[in-house]
């Protein structure tokens, strides 16, 4: 069974940055830190920032430019670090993990960016 913690989200305002963890832990052997997606009120859950299996990285069109996803493998944890955040950014973000068998996510950590 696999656990994931995402945390580190918050209110900002326009312009500000915010840096999202997610920490994997309980069968972490062949686990994989995808990255990043985002669900925002009335909306379905999108693609923000992933890491994909041959270690390319692609960004949402939306996102391009201001956030940068990074991964440290030895410690089961990947990081988004969000600058210029704008209004259309508050979402409720969710890390994801690959194994063989399943995908899996996390709890949620909710960005608000308002002035």
């Known amino acids: 069974q696999v656990q994931l913690v995402d945390s580190g989200g918050g209110s900002v305002q326009p312009g500000g940055s915010l840096r999202l963890s997610c920490v994997a832990s309980?069968?972490?052997?062949?686990?994989?830190?995808r990255g990043w997606y985002r669900e925002a009120p009335g909306k379905q859950r999108e693609l923000v920032a992933v890491?994909?299996?041959?270690?390319?990285?692609n960004y949402a069109d939306s996102v391009k430019g201001r956030f940068t996803i990074s991964r440290d493998n030895a410690k089961n944890t990947a990081y988004l670090q969000m600058n210029n955040l704008k209004p259309e950014d508050t979402a409720v973000y969710y890390c994801?993990?690959?194994?063989?068998?399943?995908?899996?996510w996390g709890q949620g950590t909710p960005v608000t960016v308002s002035s």
């Open positions: 890491i994909t299996g041959g270690g390319r990285i």
């Open positions: 309980g069968s972490v052997g062949s686990i994989n830190i």
């Open positions: 994801n993990a690959e194994d063989a068998d399943s995908w899996y």
